[in-house]
C-alpha cells in the first residue's frame, strides 16, 4: 500500500509536461478493437486505467505492445467476445468495449463495470440505445451478455448528455447498416477525438462537439495511427495547485478552448491567467476569492474539477456555494478535507465552503480519484505534514504526480507500507 507525504507551504514554481487525456486514451483503445489492422496510439499517460485496459484488450486475445507514450493494438479475427473478469470490474471504461464487439463480432459478455464510486451511473443509455440498434442484450448476474446478426442505424435520444455512452453509440454504429443520429449527444472534447479516431480508421461521422451526431456505416474499418490530445483535467488540477500555493507555474501543451470555465472560474477568484499558444502561465493571488460553482455537461463546469475547486476554495476569503450537478455522491472529500480544518457544510447536492480555513496536515484517505487530487492540493497548501492513503485511486488519473509537483518545488514522497490486511 502506497502513501504520499507532503510537506506543505511550498509555492509552486516552474514547467509542468501535460500528459495525454485518460478520457480519450481509454476510449481509442476500445475502438482499435473494431478493426484487425493495426491501430497506433500516441502520448498515451502510463497511469492504472491505461495498465488496466491494456489488460483488457489482452484478455480478449488483442496483441498489445506498450513500448513509452505508444500503444500498438492489433486486434486480429480470432478475438474472443468475453471480457476478463476481473479488469473489466476495476474501471468504468470497461464498458466501452461493447460497442466494439457487438458490431464486429455480433456477440460480447463483460462483467459490470467499476472504477471511482461518485455516484450512480448507470449502463442504462448504453444497453437501450444498442438494443434499438438489434442487438439482443441480457443484464444478469452481474454480468451483460449480447448478440445481434447486425446492428442497424437508429434515430436515438439520449435523456442525458452520457459521454460514456455516446462515444459507445458511435462506435458501434461504425460498422452498422444505415445511418445512426445520436441526439442530445455529450459535447465534451474526448467525445470530438473520438470521432476524429474513427475517422482515421475509415469511418464516416460528423457533428461531434455539437448535440447531433451523424454515424453512416461502412463495411469495415482499417487501421489508425493517432496522437492525443493533452488531459484538461491534469491541466486544470495544476493550475489549482499554482493558485493554492501562490505558486507560478507553466503548463504545456494545452488546448485553451477545453479550458473556458475553468479558467473562467480561476480568474474571478483572483488567479493570473496568461494563455501564450499551447502554454498557460498560471499565477496564484495573494487573496483568493470565493466562487459560486454548478458543474453540468460540456460546455459547462466539469464534474472532474469540482473537488479540486473546493479543496481551493477553503483558502478563499468568503462563502463559497458548490452544486454538483452530475454525480450524487461527489462530496466524499468533505469527510477527509473537515480533519484539516475545512468549514464546509453539505446539504445533498450544495456545498457550502466558509473559508479562509487554516489547513494543517494529517492523515487522509482518497475515496476516488479526482478526490484524491484534492486531498494533494490540500497537503501542498497546509501547515506541517499531510499522509495520502490509498494512493491507487490516483495512480488511476494522473501520470508521475509525485515526481512532476517535485520537479516544481514540492515536498512530497511516496512510501511503500505495509496494511494491516496484507499481515493476516
Known sequence: MDVLVIEGGKPLSGSVRISGAKNAVLKLMAASLLTAEECVIRNVPRIKDVENMVNVLLGLGAQVIHDGDVISIRAGEDLSWEAPEDNAREMRASIQIMGPLLARFGRVRIAHPGGCAIGTRPVDLHVNSLRKMGADLRDEFGFITGSCTQLTGQDIYLDIPSVGATENIMMAATLAKGTTVIRNAAREPEVVEV??????????????????????????????????????????????????????????????????????????????????????????????????????????????????????????????????????????????????????????????????????????????????????????????????????????????????????????????????????
Open 195 to 424: 470521432q476524429n479516431f474513427l475517422n482515421r480508421m475509415g469511418a464516416h461521422v460528423r457533428g461531434a462537439g455539437t448535440d447531433t451526431i451523424r454515424i453512416h456505416g461502412v463495411d469495415q474499418l482499417g487501421g489508425a495511427d493517432h496522437t492525443v490530445i493533452p488531459d484538461r483535467i491534469e491541466v486544470g488540477t495544476y493550475m489549482v495547485a499554482a493558485a493554492m500555493t501562490r505558486g507560478e507555474l507553466v503548463l504545456s501543451p494545452v488546448i485553451p478552448d477545453h479550458l473556458d470555465m475553468v479558467m473562467a472560474k480561476l480568474r474571478q477568484a483572483g488567479v493570473e491567467i496568461d494563455v501564450r499558444g499551447d502554454h498557460l502561465r498560471v499565477r496564484g493571488p495573494r487573496v483568493l476569492r470565493p466562487l459560486d460553482i454548478r458543474t453540468g455537461p460540456h460546455p459547462g463546469f466539469p464534474t472532474d474539477m469540482q473537488p479540486q475547486f473546493m479543496a481551493m476554495l477553503c483558502l478563499a476569503h468568503g462563502t463559497s456555494v458548490i452544486v454538483e450537478n452530475v454525480y450524487s455522491s461527489r462530496f466524499q472529500h468533505v469527510e477527509e478535507l473537515m480533519p484539516m480544518g475545512a468549514q464546509i457544510t453539505v446539504d445533498g447536492r450544495l456545498a457550502v465552503v466558509r473559508g479562509p480555513c487554516r489547513l494543517t496536515g494529517t492523515r487522509v484517505s482518497a475515496t476516488d480519484l479526482r478526490a484524491g487530487a484534492a486531498l494533494v492540493l490540500a497537503g501542498l497548501a497546509a501547515e506541517g505534514i499531510t499522509e495520502l492513503e490509498r494512493v491507487h485511486h490516483v495512480d488511476r488519473g494522473y501520470e508521475d504526480l509525485e515526481i512532476k509537483l517535485r520537479g516544481v518545488g514540492a515536498a512530497i514522497i511516496r512510501k511503500s507500507v505495509v496494511s494491516a490486511e496484507a499481515l493476516v
